[in-house]
């Protein structure tokens, strides 16, 4: 691979650029973004060139419903083309429906932090790389990604789009909703807390732009959500009805993972 262009040089696609120049060290990159972000970008040596270039690859970094607009411009007769986007099963569907040399992409790393002044070359180092590839991709191309993720450090699984839905959606998107929700009810008094919560309430920092897409795509979200809530309100009735044995043995269930 000699060149790809990354649509998104924020925290994520500069981290993947990155990477990729780590691994690659003559690799042409070019970023597409806004002027303001490309011109940081190039600053920081993430990107070779701004504009969308002819390219082997075609990584599109940004957020959900704006990847599901650019798929619009691309057909089959464009480059490889993957996504690294937090939700599979919409961008998939579509990349399907387009009849895309498509792979989906999911990294399990970020920060609360965004822009490209965020992106690190280690960020993706021994994160799980979720891959979803579509019937329109041959298996070799498959093959080839996950050595290409290898090689930038990560660990990539291959997985359905709808697994990886109902998976995220438990590990990475109901824990944003539970750091929010209490940030918000105890942001009267976290002047006063200690290190506990502040690393319980760090995801709060992350902005919602990037999560708006995220829930409206996120098919299993509202599930996950319920079940929390029913877990909670058993931790509540034991505790009111003085079954604390029930508590502690939640807490040696937490402590043992």
């Given at each position: 691979?000699r060149?790809v262009?990354?649509?998104?040089?924020g925290?994520?696609g500069?981290?993947?650029?990155l990477a990729l120049?780590?691994?690659?060290p003559?690799?042409?990159i070019?970023?597409?973004?806004?002027?303001e972000v490309l011109a940081?970008?190039?600053?920081?040596n993430?990107?070779?060139a701004?504009?969308?270039?002819?390219?082997?690859?075609?990584?599109?970094?940004?957020?959900?419903?704006?990847?599901l607009?650019?798929?619009?411009?691309?057909?089959?007769?464009?480059?490889?083309?993957?996504?690294?986007?937090s939700t599979?099963?919409?961008?998939?569907a579509?990349?399907?429906?387009?009849?895309?040399?498509?792979?989906?992409g999911?990294?399990m790393a970020?920060l609360?932090?965004?822009g490209?002044?965020?992106a690190?070359a280690d960020?993706?180092?021994?994160?799980?790389?979720?891959?979803?590839?579509?019937?329109?991709?041959?298996?070799?191309v498959?093959e080839?990604?996950?050595?290409m993720i290898?090689a930038?450090g990560?660990?990539?699984?291959?997985?359905?789009?709808?697994?990886?839905d109902r998976?995220?959606a438990?590990?990475?998107?109901?824990?944003q909703?539970?750091?929010?929700?209490?940030?918000?009810?105890?942001?009267r008094?976290?002047?006063f807390a200690?290190?506990?919560?502040?690393?319980?309430t760090?995801l709060?920092?992350?902005?919602?732009h990037v999560?708006r897409?995220?829930?409206?795509?996120?098919?299993?979200?509202?599930?996950?959500l319920?079940?929390?809530?029913?877990?909670?309100?058993?931790v509540l009735?034991?505790?009111q009805?003085?079954?604390l044995?029930q508590i502690?043995?939640?807490?040696?269930r937490?402590?043992?993972?």
């Open positions: 691979m060149s262009t990354i649509y998104g040089t925290l994520i500069g981290s993947f650029a120049k780590r691994a690659f003559a690799i042409r070019a970023g597409v973004d806004k002027p940081r970008a190039e600053r920081l993430i990107i070779d701004a504009g969308p270039e002819r390219a082997d690859l075609i990584v599109l970094a940004a957020p959900v419903g704006n990847i607009q650019l798929l619009d411009q691309f057909s089959a007769d464009d480059p490889l083309i993957m996504d690294v986007g599979k099963a919409a961008i998939c579509k990349a399907e429906q387009r009849e895309l040399r498509f792979v989906g999911h990294p970020g609360e932090q965004s490209p002044e965020a690190s960020l993706l180092d021994d994160a799980p790389f979720f891959l979803c590839p579509v019937r329109s991709t041959p298996d070799a498959v080839g990604i996950q050595d290898r930038i990560a660990l990539p699984h291959v997985i359905s789009p709808e697994d990886h998976l995220v438990e590990i990475s998107h109901l824990p909703i539970i750091s929010s929700l209490l940030a918000d009810h105890t942001a008094h976290k002047n200690g290190p506990g919560l502040r690393s319980m760090r709060a920092g992350s902005p919602f999560w897409d995220i829930f409206e795509t996120s098919g299993f979200l509202p599930r996950e319920q079940s929390f809530i029913q877990r909670l309100q058993q009735d034991s505790m009805a003085g079954k044995d502690e043995r939640l807490f040696r937490g402590d043992s993972e």
